[in-house]
């Protein structure tokens, strides 16, 4: 089986991923990451998976969706998982209030788009 065709499983699992990550904040303050362990735990949890669902799809996928800051997710995903001591809760925080609603649009588009492919 070629790389881009587990491809739309991968983007589904970063859209679940990314959902997951607006839940975890729902109601929240950004201060409340720093009372709350559970709740930053749970949001560094499902920013890494987003990353890793994204570090398996494949470059020519990447490239097709060039809308997708895909180099920058790994990249947090990287951080998450091996450079803990790096971990920016204001960023994290950006991600889940700022980004996360674009990049769930965006992934919509691209399941529609390669749903079509088939």
């Not at 983007?11 to 607006?22: K, S």
């Not at 890494?48 to 570090?55: H, W």
């Not at 994290?92 to 980004?99: C, E, K, S």
Request: glycine residues 6%.
């Amino acid at each position: 089986m070629p790389p881009e065709a587990r491809d739309p499983a991968y983007v589904a699992d970063m859209l679940a991923f990314a959902r997951e990550t607006v839940d975890v904040i729902e109601g929240l303050q950004r201060s409340d990451l720093d009372r709350d362990l559970r709740a930053l735990r749970a949001l560094e949890r499902t920013l890494n998976m987003v990353g890793e669902a994204a570090r398996r799809v494949s470059n020519g996928t990447r490239a097709r969706y060039p809308e997708v800051r895909w180099s920058d997710i790994v990249g947090m995903r990287n951080i998450l998982a091996h450079e803990y001591g790096r971990i920016d809760v204001d960023q994290l925080w950006r991600m889940a209030r700022h980004d996360a609603s674009r990049l769930i649009s965006d992934l919509e588009a691209i399941l529609a788009d390669l749903g079509s492919d088939g």
